[in-house]
């Protein structure tokens, strides 16, 4: 993505602080903070442990965990600086590319999705979480659209690799 089209782009979505918008957008945030998402990723385990087995179980916090550690080796060697044009409505500390809301949101759910059951409909509703929860860090102005976009394909391809090798072993 060019930076004029990242820079159209943030200016388009990003939402007034203060406004009903930006509350929906601080919620799916905060729903996808690392100390949310760490719980949630342990019921979901117990859970897919509970129904599906212990191999699942174990093969869903592989992936998560590794997804994870990709997403910040890749924020490291990356080190690409948060976008400066507007005010951030949020609090970051971490290099810009990938988002690891994004990557690491549809890390978690659509492994959860898949590895509990093939209806399309959990992966449909894992991908609507995951995309809230990308697009509302370009509604902060804590992400370029091109870095949410970059954690949702690296999230994507890390998900669908992993059930591929675990699928021949």
């Known amino acids: 993505m060019t930076a004029g089209l990242d820079a159209a782009l ?5 939402v007034e602080p203060g406004s009903a ?9 905060r729903f996808g903070d690392a ?8 019921l979901l385990a117990a859970l897919i442990g509970w129904r599906r087995g212990l ?3 174990g093969l869903f916090l592989a992936i998560v965990a590794g997804g994870a550690l990709l997403v910040l080796l890749l924020k490291s060697a990356i080190g690409r600086p948060r976008p ?8 970051v500390r971490s290099a810009s590319m990938p988002s690891g809301h ?11 999705a898949r590895l509990w059951s093939p209806a399309r409909g ?3 509703a894992a991908l609507a979480l995951a ?3 990308g697009l509302s860090r370009v509604m902060l102005s804590v992400h370029w659209p091109s870095d949410v976009a970059a954690g949702w394909a690296i999230g994507l391809l890390w998900v669908a690799g992993c059930l591929r090798l675990a699928r021949r072993g």
Do not use: C, E, M, S
């Open 102 to 112: 994004a990557a690491n949101n549809l890390i978690v759910w659509l492994a959860a």
């Open 122 to 124: 959990w992966t449909a």
């Open 55 to 57: 191999r699942r179980a």
């Open 10 to 14: 943030l200016h388009a979505l990003a």
């Open 84 to 91: 400066d044009l507007l005010p951030h409505q949020d609090i």
């Open 21 to 29: 918008a930006a509350g929906l957008a601080l919620f799916f945030t």
């Open 35 to 42: 100390g949310p998402r760490f719980l949630i990723v342990l």
């Open 131 to 133: 995309i809230a929860t």
